[in-house]
Nanobody, 124 residues
Framework: QEKLVESGGGLVQAGGSLRLSCAAS????????MGWFRQAPGKERQFVAG????????YYSDSVKGRFTISRDNAKNTVSLEMNNLKPEDTAVYYC?????????????????WGQGTQVSVSS
């Protein structure tokens, strides 16, 4: 069973940058598609970005495309989300998720394992 732990959240001004990391406990990270989701108060959990097990495929929501970059290092069992040009509407708890599959699901139900989340707050 995969255990996921996020880190790197914080408070930043609009236009700033943050880098989130997700550490996975499994020994075969390349078998898992990884995703980042976010959830703002009173809203549903929303897909942000996903990456295939090999790292060769990525997918982004329209709201973050061109500003966020997802990457992974399978040797270190980590997935990162580089967030640039942050906006107040990016404020949310960000979650890392994993699924043992080839495709990149864009709904929360498509993932089997979740981290505890890390808060990202962007001030205007």
């Amino acid at each position: 069973q995969e255990k996921l732990v996020e880190s790197g959240g914080g408070l930043v001004q609009a236009g700033g940058s943050l880098r989130l990391s997700c550490a996975a406990s499994g020994r075969t990270a390349s078998n898992y598609t990884m995703g980042w989701f976010r959830q703002a108060p009173g809203k549903e959990r929303q897909f942000v970005a996903g990456i295939t097990g090999s790292g060769s495929g990525t997918y982004y929501s329209d709201s973050v495309k061109g500003r966020f970059t997802i990457s992974r290092d399978n040797a270190k069992n980590t997935v990162s989300l580089e967030m640039n040009n942050l906006k107040p509407e990016d404020t949310a708890v960000y979650y890392c998720a994993a699924r043992r599959a080839l495709a990149i699901p864009t709904i929360a139900l498509g993932y089997d394992y979740w981290g505890q989340g890390t808060q990202v707050s962007v001030s205007s």
